[in-house]
């Protein structure tokens, strides 16, 4: 059932998306089991510094956060928006188990591929946790953990996934996140900083060819499951960064003029240079992550710096 939801939803964004005049394809599809692959192998990447620094920052700061957290919300619940593999998480897990202050961990993502995958890999490492993953969409599934139980909640949004909605949609999603949760409930945001574009760019274009090959996948998604006839190779990834504004953009560049199709008919026509805009990886200064949160109304408990300030994870309480 959820499948099948999921399926014509997929469908009916990419015919949105490849029917608008600047052509779109939502990064939330990046993830089936092939992008799951391959992000874990971006983590590793050298270029990709982001998954280090906040593990890094996770490492060094998880026994502050956790106390932090157990002062305001006691015993409590630890939700996970987009948790991916869980790599960072396991040592915020760890310490909040060794404080025993948590009760459950609910990790929630779109692909039951890699809801299952970090269910079999954490578990062993987290003897004694409660751990009940949910597969869907951030704000139905986190409506579903909250009316779960009553208990306090710890919501995290690690990995600078907030990154990938540009300014006024994180404020909106921000707004929304508030709405839902009970005055006192927390939530844990991870960032990335405004830096030097050349490393940022280099991030989202390193020598492996991954992040390349993750946004090529897309296409080869919408041709598993949506019947299409992409070729892939006729496809280029492109990513630029504007340091003025911190946005980080990655699209891929027809290489000729091609007509593609879905196993429904529809058609879309390519010309050659033509470009689709896959995902925005948004960096932001300190003012600007305490400007967004201060408007969609938290209060702001601590902001945690990784050893070399590129990455901040800020930690805001409901009012
Ligand atoms: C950039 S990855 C980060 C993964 C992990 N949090 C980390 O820090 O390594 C984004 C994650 O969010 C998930 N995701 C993207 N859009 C989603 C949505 N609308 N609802 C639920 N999960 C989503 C993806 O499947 C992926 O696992």
């Not at 954490?122 to 993953?133: C, S, V, W």
Request: hydrophobic share 40%.
């Amino acid at each position: 059932m959820y499948d099948t939801i999921v399926e014509s939803a997929f469908r009916r964004d990419v015919v949105q998306g490849l029917s608008a005049s600047q052509k779109t394809l939502s990064s939330k599809y990046f993830y089936n089991a092939a992008g799951d692959e391959l992000f874990r192998q971006i983590m590793a990447c050298p270029e990709y510094y982001l998954s280090r620094a906040e593990e890094q920052l996770l490492r060094d700061h998880s026994a502050a956060m956790v106390r932090a957290c157990a002062k305001r919300l006691g015993y409590f619940d630890i939700v996970e928006l987009g948790a991916g593999d869980g790599s960072k998480t396991v040592h915020l897990l760890r310490e909040a188990l060794q404080q025993g202050c948590i009760h459950q961990y609910i990790p929630i993502d779109i692909p039951a591929s890699s809801v299952d995958y970090l269910l079999h890999t954490l578990a062993p490492q987290l003897p004694g946790l409660a751990i009940e993953g949910i597969v869907g969409e951030y704000l139905p599934a986190l409506d579903q953990a909250l009316t779960a139980s009553q208990r306090p909640k710890l919501v995290l949004f690690l990995g600078a996934t907030i990154g990938n909605l540009l300014p006024a949609e994180a404020w909106a999603f921000c707004w929304q996140l508030r709405e839902r949760l009970r005055p006192g409930n927390l939530l844990l945001v991870g960032f990335d900083l405004k830096k030097d574009p050349a490393t940022i760019l280099a991030a989202y274009n390193d020598q492996a060819g991954l992040t390349s090959a993750f946004n090529l996948n897309l296409l080869q998604h919408i041709n598993d499951e949506l019947g299409g006839n992409f070729e892939v190779g006729a496809f280029a990834h492109y990513p630029v960064c504007d340091p003025a504004t911190g946005a980080c953009k990655s699209y891929l560049i027809s290489q000729c003029a091609q007509r593609v199709t879905l196993d429904d008919g529809t058609a879309f026509e390519f010309a050659p240079g033509e470009a689709i805009y896959m995902e925005v990886s948004q960096k932001y200064s300190v003012a600007e992550i305490e400007e967004l949160g201060r408007t969609a109304r938290f209060l702001s408990v601590h902001t945690f710096f990784d050893a070399q300030q590129r990455f901040v994870d800020v930690l805001w309480q409901r009012g």
